[in-house]
């Protein structure tokens, strides 16, 4: 776990897309943010009170979260100073980047001398199983896209939330670094040998009440070439009873796969539906689940319609509209 207050590291970051890890924190913790910390250059703004590093400690900060990523996921040496000037200062520092804080030999002599921690959450820290696929208890909600990066986080922590207002006992399982350093735990998935990647799940979502609802973040898309791997051992080691839909209406082509087009919705569903009833035969698809963040306003709200027309489950921006309808249908399962 890592210990809030913090402050958001944004460094250099060119756009907005390059501080979605910051952005990510900040809109699901932002009882746990002091402030923003930018570089001189950066283009990307969360819209929130600039801190320097001292300023920072005064206000109570004990972590600074590297919310930037970067080509390559690098720590660059333009960052450095700051770095060692918030470790001397007394701050732990969380990263979520390939590059890891603990391979830096003077963030590790600046950690050790002031007594600091470094946190790479993109490493496993458990051995992890092989996957068994044995029947597990308790309740399990998957969020799984047409394509990376639709809202499958986002949309986890709506119904995390929206289940935690209405009394009922539920937990977000973290299985990428920003949900990582959103809720402090959680799996990297994606820096987990291919074998044990369905047993990882398995681990973090273990037998509990029957009436507890583990609500799993989605990673890639089944029918993306590159990532559909982190996908398949979700679906598989997370053995979910219920699956929700994630779409980007707007976009032109899978992400980064200029050649490729997102998939219907309904080849989401009957596929997904398909593969998670390997594990769980009695597992529904309950809702939609649409990142309308692009779209005009009305354009949204006549989409959302249809397609609850179209597939006959309820569809929502659970960003903007809150997961009440969706929450609402996993009760029925």
């Known amino acids: 776990m890592f210990e809030a207050p913090y402050l958001l590291f944004l460094g250099d970051a060119p756009d907005s897309l390059a501080a979605k890890m910051a952005q990510g924190v900040y809109d699901w913790r932002p009882e746990s943010t002091v402030g923003q910390l930018r570089m001189e250059g950066c283009n990307a703004d969360l819209g929130i009170t600039d801190l320097s ?52 030999p003077d963030l590790v002599a600046a950690a050790e001398k ?35 990066s639709v809202g ?107 050649d490729y087009q997102q998939p219907s919705l309904e080849d989401l569903r009957d596929v997904a539906l398909r593969l998670a009833q390997v594990v769980n035969p009695d597992c529904k698809v309950v809702g939609v689940s649409v990142n309308t963040q692009h779209m005009e306003e009305t354009a949204a709200l006549n989409y959302l319609k249809e397609l609850e027309a179209q597939l006959g489950i309820p569809a929502v921006d659970p960003f903007k509209q809150g997961a009440g309808r969706l929450v609402e249908a996993l009760e029925c399962v």
């Open 53 to 104: 590093i001292q300023d920072a400690v005064a206000a109570g900060a004990k972590t600074l979260v590297i919310g930037i990523a970067n080509r390559g996921g690098i720590i660059s040496e333009s960052w450095k100073s700051l770095l060692i000037e918030a470790l001397e200062a007394g701050m732990d520092i969380a990263s979520g980047l390939h590059n890891l804080l603990r391979d830096e």
């Open 114 to 148: 002031n007594g600091c921690t470094l946190h790479d959450v993109r490493i496993p820290s458990v051995n992890y199983p092989v996957a068994n696929g044995k029947k597990r208890s308790g309740k399990r909600c998957l969020a799984v896209g047409t394509d990376c």
């Open 152 to 258: 499958k986080m986002y949309t986890a922590l709506a119904i995390h939330r929206e289940m935690q207002e209405r009394g009922m006992k539920a937990t977000f399982r973290a299985t990428g670094q920003t949900g990582i350093l959103i809720e402090g735990n959680g799996v990297p998935l994606d820096a987990v040998v291919a074998d044990f990647m369905a047993g990882a799940i398995e681990w973090l979502t273990p037998d509990n009440d029957a009436d507890h609802w583990d609500i799993i973040e989605g990673q890639g898309s089944l029918f993306h070439a590159s990532y559909s791997g982190v996908t398949m051992a979700l679906v598989h080691g997370g053995q979910p009873d219920a699956l929700i839909l994630c779409h980007e209406p707007t976009r032109k082509h899978m992400r980064g796969l200029p």
